[in-house]
């Protein structure tokens, strides 16, 4: 009783800021990880720029890169680096974990909060300290890191001060990780509603469970690997430091004997689960959603599970399979080959089971279902154009191309970022209690799919004629490029496209908090557990706890006058 | 009225409270965080043409003398956490108090073994087999800081939880444990590792 | 399990346990000053250094008596952390050794 009280006298300040209720944490992610994601998509419109238009100055912005306004090299490398830095660490990853988990995991497995508040909220803030140092680093002398996402030594050891910045900033945003996925497994496994057992558990929370357990162990490694190029940076080691390193011309004052290869290994061991990582909270989303608007149970529950779990371990062995070009031996090579085709398996099972899904089922075309059906074509793509590269002859070809930008791209755009909007038309109404605009939510859909295919798609054409990553003539210099240089204005135009169709999605959102259409608790006639709390939950989500009788997905259940059946209804038999 | 469960009692099923769960998972994040050091120790070495011999370089009977020290203040820390079960709060403090000199203590010999390398020119910089053993240590005496910080608070103003809720504050004393014998054992390892091959 | 007796005999294992680790360092320091074959002195100190752990780990953190579910984290933790060792050292080994620039 005096808790209720408490909690209606809480200030401004730990009310919205110093927050430790899960679902104020989970908008703060939200809105953050949202802006970083506009922030580093802008940062690629200033490159896109200046591949189609090659050293014309920038419009709008071009006064910010100096006189002339031209892009120059070394910033399109910090940009680069930073847009990749940005994306994966401060945009997908709290968006789908830190905001859509966060919010939603105990209000589906029936709980009043996560396990550990305070440590959510310190999760939350070392992730804003994270992002802010990544800002800062912008203005350091020599601007913001400039060796790629990867940041592989040497290059990285010997590259200006942003280099220093974006570690520490990344040892921010490994803590954040680490601590919200202690929170997350010890949620799901301690604070499961009476009568929740594993396999009545939703899918989107099994794939936030194995999603904690990979950012939980993989990133430790790269955690090291931080402090080791630390040393490197500021303490004059040489771990990543070959001997006898020649730079422009001269050898490098260094104690040597190090291994730029160390550097790669430390990191793939982590950024290939990453992907799952990026990956898996999307395949969650969308099948909530699939399953709600086919309105039957997902076909092949428990292979998608346990495919999940197979994912998660396989994850971690597959790693250098992006290091076939650093002269790996063929022994190790064949492994890594191998294990990358058997990992290909449990994501075709998934996807195979969500594209089953649909079979006979009266779909329901809303905005979320759209973009839902939108990622399994676009995941599909990107998945599959992802084998040549696990395989050691053909990635000699492709490696360092446009071609691996054109695949991951289409995992992790119109895959993941299509199935977060997923996820952010179908859980809006739990949040605010109305419903976002449908007609707005569909030129929204339509526009971003073709666009985002428009920028995407030329990428394998350029990369399969061998244009390289990180160019900033765009492979104008290359004789073989000339012929595919006509995607480059192709791409541009389609990512300011792709930009200008965010516009009625960010109108959308701040429209349809104060004026949507009030809708019930459950508008989507849906059967989890966070269906079945008031809109938005109050704190401690559940007047009392709920129990839960049955699996997630009873739709249209036979001889049941509703074609739902919520897990938490005591009701007895058909 | 508490409003998260398992904070004290153990969920049935899982036979555990949150905070037990908890700080193992911490730990087996910290396993993979100096797996992935001692990984890369292993990855130079391999490929270094010649290494030497740590005792060669630092002194084995300081860090015997360090690895006494550390594995003494596991025990008075388990001591410390039984002196609680038995309602003992005055042993409690004494044992504690005693863990946290030792790990200070630790932390004196070790910069005293710093700043002898340091007046023979000895740097991280210096060869790969020091800039190893700077890091390695390095962090693990963090680890010794953080333990020190954490003990320091349950003995000082964290002990008051003892009176409002004494099953939770030993709980608590068992999970601050948990984690200083684990940074006893990743020392366990760095010792021969570093000292004597 | 709180009584005086249970206690005691608690502390009698948790010193029998520090004379053994203490008794271990002792030996592998004195095993260093004995010159085996590279290999098999490593191998020594390695073992006594896993038994010394794995008793820390049994008593100090009595994960004799712990939950299964401890149990699995760890064994999977170990596993990942064997994987990554062994991947680690047979890429070393197949790509002959860290390559030089000089
Ligand atoms: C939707 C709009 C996006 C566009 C138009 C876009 C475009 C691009 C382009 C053209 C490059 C290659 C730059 C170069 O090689 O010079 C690139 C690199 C990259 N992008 Fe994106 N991207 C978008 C979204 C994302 C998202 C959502 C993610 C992450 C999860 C992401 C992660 C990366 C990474 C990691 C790189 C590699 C950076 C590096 O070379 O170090 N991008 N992006
Ligand atoms: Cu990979």
Redesign the pocket.
């Known amino acids: 009783m005096t808790e209720s009280n408490n909690h209606h006298e809480l200030v401004f300040w730990r009310k919205y800021i110093f927050s430790q209720d899960h679902k104020m944490i989970g908008l703060q992610y939200g809105i953050t990880a949202l802006s970083f994601?506009l922030f580093?998509?802008s940062l690629?419109l200033v490159?896109?720029w200046q591949l189609a238009y090659p050293e014309t100055p920038v419009p709008l912005i071009g006064w910010l890169l100096g006189d002339d306004g031209i892009l120059l090299p070394e910033v399109?490398n910090s940009l680069?680096?930073m847009?990749?830095t940005i994306?994966?660490f401060l945009?997908?990853v709290p968006l789908a974990v830190g905001a859509a988990g966060n919010y939603i995991v105990p209000l589906q497995i029936g709980a009043p909060d996560m396990a550990f508040p305070k440590l959510n909220m310190a999760s939350y803030w070392a992730y804003f300290i994270g992002g802010v140092i990544m800002i800062v680093s912008f203005f350091v002398p020599g601007g913001a890191a400039n060796s790629?996402?990867?940041s592989y030594p040497p290059l990285s050891v010997i590259a200006t001060t942003g280099q220093t910045l974006w570690l520490f900033g990344m040892i921010a945003l490994i803590t954040s990780s680490l601590l919200g996925a202690i929170n997350f497994i010890v949620t799901i496994v301690q604070l499961r509603a009476p009568g929740l057992t594993w396999m009545r558990l939703p899918f989107f929370v099994w794939t936030q469970l194995i999603t904690a357990f990979l950012l939980l162990l993989a990133f430790p490694p790269l955690e090291a690997a931080g402090v080791l190029q630390l040393m490197d940076r500021l303490a004059a080691t040489s771990f990543f430091m070959p001997s006898g390193l020649v730079v422009s011309g001269q050898i490098l004052e260094a104690s040597g004997g190090g291994s730029p290869i160390l550097w790669q290994h430390l990191f793939w061991f982590l950024a290939h689960p990453e992907v799952y990582v990026?990956i898996l909270p999307a395949m969650g989303i969308v099948a909530e959603v699939i399953a709600n608007n086919t309105r039957k149970p997902l076909w092949g529950l428990k292979p998608m599970i346990y495919s999940t779990i197979f994912l998660g371990f396989m994850s971690f062995t597959v790693w250098a399979h992006h290091m076939y070009m650093t002269g790996m031996g063929t022994t190790i090579s064949a492994f890594f080959q191998t294990t990358t085709m058997i990992i290909s398996i449990p994501s075709v099972v998934i996807l195979s089971a969500l594209f089953i899904s649909l079979w006979g089922g009266s779909i329901r075309f809303n905005t979320p279902m759209l973009f839902a059906l939108g990622f399994l074509p676009m995941f599909g793509i990107g998945g599959l154009t992802g084998l040549p590269l696990g395989l050691a002859a053909a990635d000699i070809h492709l490696h360092d191309t446009y071609y691996v930008?054109g695949h991951?791209?289409y995992v992790?755009?119109p895959g993941?970022?299509f199935a977060l909007f997923a996820g952010i038309y179908y859980w809006f109404p739990k949040v605010t209690g109305r419903r976002m605009n449908e007609t707005l939510g569909k030129i929204h859909f339509w526009g971003s799919i073709i666009a985002?295919n428009g920028?995407f798609f030329p990428m394998f054409i350029q990369g399969l004629a061998g244009v390289s990553?990180?160019?900033w003539d765009g492979g104008a210099g290359y004789a073989h490029a000339q012929d595919v240089l006509w995607g480059n204005e192709v791409?541009s135009i389609a990512?300011g496209m792709?930009m200008l169709f965010q516009i009625p999605f960010v109108i959308n959102i701040i429209r349809s908090i104060k004026h949507g259409e009030k809708v019930d608790d459950n508008p989507w006639q849906a059967t989890t557990l966070e269906w079945t709390t008031p809109s938005p939950p109050p704190h401690g989500n559940f007047a009392a706890l709920p129990t839960v009788y049955r699996g997630p997905y009873e739709y249209s259940v036979p001889g049941r006058d509703k074609d739902f059946w919520p897990q938490s209804d005591p009701e007895e038999g058909a | 009225m508490e409003m998260i469960p398992y904070t004290v009692e153990a969920r049935e099923d899982t036979g555990m409270n949150n905070a037990k769960l908890g700080i193992w998972l911490f730990l087996a994040s910290e396993v993979m965080l100096f797996g992935g050091l001692f990984s890369a120790y292993v990855f130079l070495r391999l490929g270094a043409p010649a290494w030497p011999e740590g005792g060669s370089i630092l002194s084995v009977p300081i860090a015997t003398f360090n690895t006494l020290i550390l594995i003494g203040s596991s025990v008075t820390m388990v001591f410390s956490w039984t002196a609680l079960k038995e309602n003992d709060f005055g042993k409690y403090r004494l044992y504690l108090g005693v863990t946290i000199l030792l790990a200070l203590l630790f932390l004196a010999v070790k910069s005293f073994e710093y700043s002898e390398k340091f007046s023979h020119h000895l740097y991280p910089s210096s060869s790969t087999f020091m800039a190893i053993y700077f890091t390695l240590t390095g962090l693990h005496a963090l680890h010794i800081l953080g333990g020190i910080i954490v003990n320091g608070y349950f003995w000082g103003p964290g002990s008051k939880m003892w009176t409002s809720d004494p099953e939770r504050f030993t709980n608590r004393i068992e999970i601050a444990g948990l984690y200083w014998h684990f940074v006893d054992l990743v020392w366990i390892f760095l010792f021969p590792v570093l000292y004597l091959l | 399990m709180n009584t005086a007796s249970g206690a005691s005999g608690h502390a009698r294992t948790y010193l029998l346990v520090f004379g053994t680790l203490a008794m271990l360092t002792i030996v592998t320091v004195a095993a260093g000053y004995v010159s085996f074959p590279a290999g098999l002195g490593i191998a020594i100190a390695l073992v006594i250094a896993t038994v010394k752990g794995s008793l820390v780990a049994a008593y100090f953190m009595h994960l004799l008596h712990e939950q299964k579910a401890i149990y699995w984290l760890l064994l999977f933790t170990l596993l990942l952390l064997l994987i990554m060792f062994g991947l680690f050292i047979g890429s070393a080994l197949d790509q002959g050794g860290i390559p030089s620039v000089s």
Do not use: E, N, P, S
């Open positions: 994601m580093g998509f690629m490159m896109r399109y680069g680096a847009h990749g994306m994966v945009g997908i790629g996402w990867t990026l930008i991951f791209h992790v755009a993941t970022i985002i920028i990553r990180r160019m791409m990512a792709l």
